[in-house]
C-alpha cells in the first residue's frame, strides 16, 4: 500500500497508518509505543462525555496524556448535542488537538441509549453534535460504520453529512451495526463514501496482516487505514507498513510499556494492562498454556518482568 504523510484539518500525520481506539487498551504508554512504531495518528479509550461531565474518575484516567505524545487525540461518545459541545470546549479536553466522535460503536447499551451507531439512524443529531464539538477550535474526526443493517447501507450519505457539518476526517468500520465485528468487510460501501467527500476518509475493519491492509486500500481507494486488535497481537504491523527501522524485539517493547505504565499510573493497573498485553502478544504461539497461568499468578511487577522474559526470550 501506498504510505504517505495525511493533511487533517491544520495537522499533517506523518503516515495514513492510524491506530483505532480500542477499551482497555489504547492507553497512554501503548500510543507511544503505537507512534514510535511508525502510526500517524492514535486515539485515547473511548471517553464517555457523560461521564466526564460528571467528573468520573476511571473516565478522567483515560485522557492521561503529556507533552511528548506527538498528537493528542480523544475520542468522545455521547448522544447529546450540548454535552458533547461542553464537553468538547471543557478545560478537560484542553489539551488534545483532535476529537474523534464515536458514530460507530455497536454495543447494544450504547446503541440503545442513543450514542455510538445509533446517531447515524438521526442524522440531524449527529450533524448538531459535529457543529457543537467544532466549537472548540479543535479538528474533530468521525468514526462509523456503513450503515446499520446489512440490507441497507448508506456510508456515502453519512460521510456527505459529516463532511457538510465540518467534520475534518471519517473512519469508517466496514461493516454495519448488526454484522458487529463479523463477516467481511463492506469496500464498496467505502469506496463510495470516500468518491462522495473530499475529506480523508481512512478504512477500517477485518485488517489482520500486512497483506490485508493492502487490500484494504486496494480496494476502497481510501486515504488511509486504521489498524484495531490486530496492533495488540502484533504492534509490528506500523513498522512493517510504513517501513519504518525498529530494531526492538517483543519482550523490549513490553517492558518498556511496563516502565512507561509504572511511571503514569499505579501497580494495579500496571499488571493487569501489561498481562492483557502480554496475552495478546502470545496468540497463534505454541505451548503458552503455562506461561500465561504464570502471568496471571504474578504478585508483582518484578515477577510480572520475569514471566515476561520467559515467554519472549
Known amino acids: 500500500m501506498e504510505i504517505k504523510t495525511l493533511r487533517v484539518g491544520g495537522l499533517m500525520l506523518s503516515s495514513n497508518v492510524l491506530m483505532a481506539p480500542l477499551a482497555g ?3 497512554y504508554p501503548f500510543r507511544m509505543m503505537a507512534y514510535e512504531l ?7 479509550e473511548m471517553s464517555s462525555a457523560n461521564a466526564l461531565k460528571y467528573q468520573d474518575r476511571a473516565t478522567r484516567r483515560l485522557l492521561f496524556t503529556t507533552e511528548e505524545e506527538p498528537i493528542r487525540a480523544v475520542q468522545l461518545l455521547g448522544g447529546i448535542p450540548a454535552v458533547m459541545e461542553k464537553m468538547a470546549c471543557s478545560e478537560l479536553l484542553e489539551e488534545f488537538d483532535v476529537i474523534d466522535i464515536n458514530m460507530g460503536c455497536p454495543v447494544p447499551n450504547v446503541f440503545k441509549s442513543g450514542e455510538g451507531s445509533a446517531l447515524m439512524l ?4 449527529a450533524a448538531a453534535i459535529i457543529r457543537g464539538c467544532k466549537k472548540s477550535g479543535k479538528i474533530v474526526t468521525v468514526k462509523c ?4 443493517q446489512r440490507e441497507n447501507m448508506f456510508a456515502a450519505e453519512f460521510a456527505r453529512v459529516c463532511e457538510d457539518a465540518g467534520a475534518d476526517m471519517i473512519t469508517i468500520h ?3 451495526r448488526s454484522m458487529m465485528y463479523d463477516g467481511e468487510c463492506c469496500y464498496e460501501e467505502i469506496a463510495q463514501a470516500k468518491a462522495a467527500v473530499t475529506i480523508p476518509v481512512i478504512a477500517n475493519g477485518g485488517i489482520f496482516s500486512a497483506k490485508d491492509a493492502e487490500t484494504m486500500m486496494e480496494r476502497t481507494g481510501a486515504d488511509g487505514v486504521m489498524i484495531a486488535r490486530y496492533a495488540l497481537e502484533n504492534p509490528f504491523i506500523f513498522s512493517e507498513l510504513t517501513e519504518k527501522r525498529i530494531e526492538k524485539s517483543v519482550s523490549e517493547l513490553i517492558l518498556e510499556q511496563m516502565e512507561l505504565t509504572s511511571a503514569c499510573y499505579d501497580e494495579t493497573f500496571t499488571m493487569a494492562y501489561i498481562r492483557k498485553l502480554a496475552s495478546y502478544g502470545m496468540k497463534k504461539r505454541k505451548g503458552t498454556k503455562k506461561y500465561k497461568e504464570q502471568l496471571y499468578r504474578s504478585g508483582s511487577i518484578e515477577e510480572l518482568r520475569e514471566v515476561i522474559l520467559r515467554i519472549f526470550p
Open 25 to 27: 487498551y489504547t492507553c
Open 38 to 44: 511508525g502510526a500517524g495518528l492514535c486515539f485515547t
Open 122 to 125: 438521526d442524522q440531524p443529531r
Open 145 to 148: 460504520r456503513t450503515g446499520i
Open 174 to 176: 466496514g461493516r454495519s
